[in-house]
T-cell receptor, first 116, second 109 residues
Framework: GAVVSQHPSRVICKSGTSVKIECRSL??????MFWYRQFPKKSLMLMAT?????????EQGVEKDKFLINHASLTLSTLTVTSAHPEDSSFYIC????????????FGPGTRLLVL | GNSVTQMEGPVTLSEEAFLTINCTYT??????LFWYVQYPGEGLQLLLK?????DKGSNKGFEATYRKETTSFHLEKGSVQVSDSAVYFC????????FGAGTRLTVKP
């Protein structure tokens, strides 16, 4: 199997606060994890790629100081949205790849963030 | 750069109808190709994949064939069910993963 979980599934926060989203690979070691953002009725936009133990690589236009990514272990990556604003409201999805099979990504169920 | 183009939706079909969702790609080299499905409020689930030319991926009655000559990976199902209603994403993986815009399928009883 290849199961990825995310926590929380849904979060509402006040503007200016920080929110942490966890992404865990439950039955495999994810050497690489990805974070995506999905706007309503749109495709996925890659935000960053993270490898265990090293700094994340951010896509152009994504603020690394705003979207902090930590990939502390082979089964856990976290995305922290710092000083969240209403425009950060979105559906955030993570994925992981297995060692030696980097072409296939296994996705988490997503986290819906609403910033008031 | 690499890219994926899939037919725009939404697509509405009656139960037991035949489904085709077109997908074409542009890539250098030999990418792997995927179809992912997203049910309402959920993340993406891998539906099927093909890693080389002429491979056919299949799962849950869906199938798609990797056609290098036409750079296509069209998704087909012979008889759709209401439970197939979802958004379908075509994707390719080369140096990174590229997704199509998604096609929303609604199947009516």
């Amino acid at each position: 199997g290849a199961v990825v979980s995310q926590h929380p599934s849904r979060v509402i926060c006040k503007s200016g606060t920080s929110v942490k989203i966890e992404c865990r690979s439950l039955d495999f070691q994810a050497t690489t994890m990805f974070w995506y953002r999905q706007f309503p009725k749109k495709s996925l936009m890659l935000m960053a790629t993270s490898n265990e133990g090293s700094k994340a690589t951010y896509e152009q236009g994504v603020e690394k100081d705003k979207f902090l990514i930590n990939h502390a272990s082979l089964t856990l990556s976290t995305l922290t949205v710092t000083s969240a604003h209403p425009e950060d409201s979105s559906f955030y999805i993570c994925s992981g790849t297995k060692p030696g099979a980097q072409e296939t990504q296994y996705f988490g169920p997503g986290t819906r963030l609403l910033v008031l | 750069g690499n890219s994926v183009t899939q037919m725009e939706g939404p697509v509405t079909l009656s139960e037991e109808a035949f489904l085709t969702i077109n997908c074409t790609y542009t890539a250098t080299g030999y990418p792997s190709l995927f179809w992912y499905v997203q049910y309402p409020g959920e993340g993406l689930q891998l539906l099927l994949k093909a890693t080389k030319a002429d491979d056919k991926g299949s799962n849950k009655g869906f199938e798609a064939t990797y056609r290098k000559e036409t750079t296509s990976f069209h998704l087909e199902k012979g008889s759709v069910q209401v439970s197939d209603s979802a958004v379908y994403f075509c994707a390719l993986s080369a140096n990174d993963m590229r997704f199509g815009a998604g096609t929303r399928l609604t199947v009516k009883p």
